[in-house]
């Protein structure tokens, strides 16, 4: 199945490899559009991404010229990588820019949804995170995270080896399998 996927990158350095799902989505025959927190995009190249999607990096209310200031449509979305700062917030439905707006409307709408944090141990261990990762996980939400999923927090100061291995793959594979199993009718299309 092809679809269109709305990813959301926050400010963690395997932002910086974004361009690793738009391939393997591409090769899927996904079309993929690319929203990054304003703490996101100073890790991304957004023109390598603009060129490689065909849309430019969304990360402000006030859409680039002839973009529509509209959700587009999503048949699903993944969060990659998410920070403790934005799993947090998201938890707590907060919306205070326009990634986490988008968010917000796009699970409101049961859009199928992944979240691949980039966290170290010492973080996810915080009574916040735990809570907001289970409570995520209530609202019918994918977490990749845990030995069930191959994906676990990295020792602090760690990150920069780790984010080689980050799971690109096996957020965009959750995904279709979200979709799939969600049947035909994709109630983040309005
Ligand atoms: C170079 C750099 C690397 C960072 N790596 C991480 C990380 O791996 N995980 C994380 O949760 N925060 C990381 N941070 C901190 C976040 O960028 C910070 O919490 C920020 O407020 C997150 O904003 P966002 O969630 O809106 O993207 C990093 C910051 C910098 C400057």
Redesign the pocket.
Known sequence: MTGHLQVVV????PATDVLQLTQIAGTRGWTVAITA????QDFIDSAAVEAATGSPVRSSYRPSSGARRTLPPADALVIA?A????INKIALGLAD?YAMTSIAELIGRKVPTVIVP???AA?AARAPFLRAVAALRDEGIHILLGPQDGWEPHPPGS?SERQKAFPWAAAFGTAVELVQGAGSTMSGRP
């Open positions: 926050c400010g963690a350095g927190t304003p703490n996101a990588p920070t403790y700062n934005s820019n980039f966290v170290n973080l990150g």
